[in-house]
């Protein structure tokens, strides 16, 4: 059974970077697929956020782009996201989720809380 | 790129059918065969319902159903439970190598 769990810190203080791992238990992530973020701000919608293909190519939300950056870790079968200059508009649920193509995304983590405020 | 278009909340008794529409354009919708839709519950995970515009994830129950019009993709629940309430989001691959959801429609059985 393949499970995903987000980690991170919940306050990031604005300005700053956000970080998130995703660490993926019952499949190994360099065998196949793509490897993702999507986010819910309080009260709003699903947003995807970033992919990255087993292989190590990256697809981010063009509004995102010039902020996001992921990075895949087989070794510890993680993957990783880091949002750089942080807003209060970044504050939302953060979930990991496997991809098995075309934007199926069939398997979560359970979410993550991050807060941006000073 | 915009979010695709649904409407806020759809509502049904139990045993009825309900539809909930997902528009978008020909960069995404009407441009591939590539829309899934997902349950969330709040607090929870998001669930894959559909994927590929009309297929259904092994233990999906066959009451959901997807389509596509055009630039206008559906997702059909027949027969109505009320452990169908949450909230559904149609999301799509889209021409700049991206994803695109929907803003979300809340369901509520009557």
């Known amino acids: 059974q393949v499970q995903l769990q987000e980690s991170g810190p919940g306050l990031v203080k604005p300005s700053e970077t956000l970080s998130l791992t995703c660490t993926v238990s019952g499949y190994s992530i360099s065998s196949a697929y793509y490897w993702g973020w999507i986010r819910q701000p309080p009260g709003e919608g699903l947003e995807w956020i970033a992919s990255i293909y087993h292989s190590g190519s990256t697809n981010y939300n063009p509004s995102l782009k010039s902020r996001v950056t992921m990075s895949v870790d087989t070794s510890k079968n993680q993957f990783s996201l880091k949002l750089t200059s942080v807003t209060a508009a970044d504050t939302a649920v953060y979930y990991c989720?496997?991809?098995?193509?075309?934007?199926?995304?069939?398997?979560w983590g359970q979410g993550t809380l991050v807060t941006v405020s000073s | 790129q915009s979010a695709l278009t649904q409407p806020a909340s759809v509502s049904g008794s139990p045993g009825q059918s309900i539809t909930i529409s997902c528009t978008g354009t020909s960069s995404d919708v009407g441009g591939f065969n590539l829309v899934s839709w997902y349950q969330h519950y709040p607090g929870k995970a998001p669930k894959l319902m559909i994927f590929e515009d009309s297929k259904r994830p092994s233990g999906v129950s066959n009451r959901f159903s997807g389509s596509k019009s055009g630039n206008t993709a559906s997702l059909t629940i027949s027969g109505l439970q009320a452990e169908d309430e949450a909230d559904y989001y149609c999301?799509?691959?889209?021409?700049?190598?991206?994803?695109?959801f929907g803003g979300g429609t809340k369901l509520t059985v009557l």
């Open positions: 999301c799509s691959y889209a021409s700049s190598i991206s994803l695109v």
């Open positions: 989720a496997r991809d098995v193509g075309g934007g199926a995304n069939d398997c």
